[in-house]
């Protein structure tokens, strides 16, 4: 399984934050994006649309479902094709 | 020629709120007329082609709204959230049910940056669906009127209008029609408009020969009306609205036909019009709109005309013209149970009039 680096999850960790409008202190890699974040499916979807932009990777909107934490996030990038 | 709806009974205003060029509020832009204070300033470089425009100063949605759901908000929504913040502050003791509060905004493409930018960004990513998805809601031109409901609670109807310099007028016609039929109970009404580079360049490169090179403004009006009865008088009573299309090119003939037949459905006489606001028009519309209310009136130096003062401000100077009338009424002491007129061109070919008494 491939994992991200470091310098991968401080720029997933920072559009995380650029797009649920939080500072990087507000969020944990377990703390959830809807429960705890008050974000929305817009959110979500801007969310995996700018790791795509950003990353140059291809994630499937089956994913989102995954999508729910940065751990998830970690996760669901880490096993993209890349 | 035709035309769009004649009067009934009059209905209340409220309240209303205002951000101009002059700055936010009421009292900056009341005085900024009272005082004829050019809003003209120099634009930085390669912030459109004019070199000059009337801008809201230092507006900055995120500034002046918080950090939270501001993100991706354009310079159009900022403005008519918060304008509408403003409004519901000052019609806080009418106690408004959210559920049969309406909205209608008129506007002229919403904003053409964020459909610009969103579209752009389709033809230069690396794949056409790379695009910000952040900006879908901003790019259509509801994006504004739907904020502005959900920001604020406001359940009832919610209409945007896209009817260029018409717009403002147009969105009280329609929300007469909201409150005389009985879907809501108030309506939150007015127009906006933003200032950015991709408007600048569609003006710059749409504008007619006998037009050419308006200063553009930008800004929000909005007002609060309501068929039901209010403990305190109203600031002003709407009595009538009417809409044609001048089709012929004869500018004058169809605004003196649209302002008679105004004054007439609303059972007044042409002599008790004490104050009016043409629209500024440029070339012939304009001309034609001034000829027009001086044959009719006798206003003497009542005639408001604000766009030397604050801009070209398209969809946003029907509502900023109301607001106008009635901050400069509110100053006035002799304009109580006045009428007021005001009139609106679009090169489109609609010329909209609205008769209002002053309180």
New interface residues.
Partial sequence: MAVVTPDEKQLIKGIVC??L?LESDEITDDSLFVEDHDADS?RL??IL??L??NL?VTIEQSELSRMVNLQGVYEVVGNTAR | MSNVDSAGSGLAIVGWAVTSPFGIGRSVFSEGLAAGRSTERAIEQGQGPAGTACLVPEFDSRAVLGKKGTRMMNRVTGMAVSTMGDLLREVSGHRLDPDTTGLVLGTTVGSAQSTIDFTRGSLTGERPFHVEPGLIPYAVMNGAAGQCAIWHGVKGPNATLAAGRSAGLLALNYARRLLLTGRAGTVLCGAAEEYSVARAWISERSAGNDAPGAVLGEGCAMFALTAEPTDEPPLATLLAVKAMTCSDGDWYATIRRCIEQTVAAAGVQPCDVWMASPSGAAGAAGQAERAALGDLFEVGDRLVSITELVGETHAASGALQLAAVLGLAERNPESAQRLAVVTSTDESGTVAVCLLRLS
């Fill in positions: 650029d797009i409008e817009m979807i801007e649309s700018s795509e932009l140059k």
